[in-house]
């Protein structure tokens, strides 16, 4: 088939790679503008821009999908199809109707559950025990089209949101290709979503991985984890942020956010049921480190207490 895909993060990569090893026509990539990241304000390419540059495919940077002299470019490719995955803007109907096929959409999520910017990472935070991916026929709505194709895989215990994203994403590249072979034999049968069962995953902000320690162990656990790698979960100490990047939930009480050091390399801080043991700690502006490099290069923390500002504050 000849298609567009929009996409943009490192997720909508892997799926970009199966079409074209499948043999379809990848006639142009939709991704966001370069924008800066990172301490210095680099100005980065997206990660879907440096995979086209690679296989020399034409690369469309709109700032607004919606204009109208973009949808003309659109337009004049003829795509059978457009195929989205974490693009980053909302379709106007002059896109989603533009294909003969319209727009199908890699969600990662199993709709109607988790609609929204961050399914991989809500998830996590609410400790589901599967994802999946959705392919998704798109309309109007906010990931509110039929379903395609449905598969969900088992989250570890141990994933974070960066690891499950790899999953996920590796998934949604099988999923998508056998997208197309079933929809150019007439095979799919779309099936309308039951909103009834719809939950939501907005977009996450830096105060987001702010811990709240009168949760419990296992509630701020899965917030670590959904956290991993961006925003991070963080907390302060001695007036000083600190991100907790690896963490388990564990016996015994203590006061919410009160710091109890078992021996030389196991930390663990109090919350409103249960400890969390830290595993991997990363003070501000430091690298970062295991919990018992941290005790050593930090005698006396233990009996302090970690800080929930009344303020709110750049993370």
Avoid at 106 to 116: C, E, F, K, Q, V
Wanted: charged residues 20%; contains cysteine; aromatic residues 4%.
């Amino acid at each position: 088939m000849k298609l567009i895909y929009m996409g943009t993060p490192p997720f909508a990569v892997p799926p970009f790679e199966s079409l074209i090893s499948a043999g379809h026509d990848l006639a142009a990539i939709v991704t966001r503008i370069d924008k800066p990241a990172g301490r210095g304000k680099t100005i980065t390419q997206p990660a879907v821009k440096l995979a086209a540059q690679v296989h020399r495919i034409t690369v469309l940077q709109p700032r607004r999908v919606r204009e109208p002299e973009f949808i003309e470019v659109l337009r004049s490719y003829q795509p059978d199809a457009i195929i989205v995955a974490a693009y980053g803007q909302i379709l106007p109907t002059s896109i989603l109707t533009l294909p003969k096929l319209g727009c199908i959409n890699i969600h990662a999520s199993l709709l109607p559950s988790y609609r929204g910017a961050a399914p991989i990472n809500w998830a996590i935070i609410n400790g589901e025990q599967q994802a999946g991916i959705t392919i998704m026929q798109m309309d109007e709505g906010m990931d509110t089209g039929a379903i395609l194709l449905q598969e969900a895989i088992l989250v570890s215990p141990e994933d974070t949101a960066g690891t499950l994203t790899e999953k996920l994403s590796q998934l949604g590249s099988t999923m998508i290709v056998k997208a197309l072979t079933l929809a150019g034999s007439g095979g799919l049968t779309p099936r309308t979503q039951d909103n009834s069962g719809a939950t939501l995953a907005p977009l996450l902000k830096k105060t987001d991985g702010l811990i709240d320690w009168t949760g419990s162990a296992n509630m701020i656990h899965n917030r670590i984890r959904g956290m991993n790698p961006w925003p991070g979960a963080y907390t302060f100490l001695d007036s000083r942020m600190i991100k907790i990047l690896r963490s388990e939930a564990a016996g015994g009480s203590e006061e919410p956010g009160r710091l109890f050091q078992r021996d030389n390399n196991t930390l663990e801080a109090g919350t409103g049921s249960g400890m969390l043991r830290i595993l991997d700690i990363q003070l501000e502006g430091k690298r970062p480190m295991s919990a018992g490099e941290f005790l050593r290069g930090q005698r006396g923390v233990a009996g302090k207490k970690f800080e929930r500002p009344t303020e709110p504050r750049k993370a």
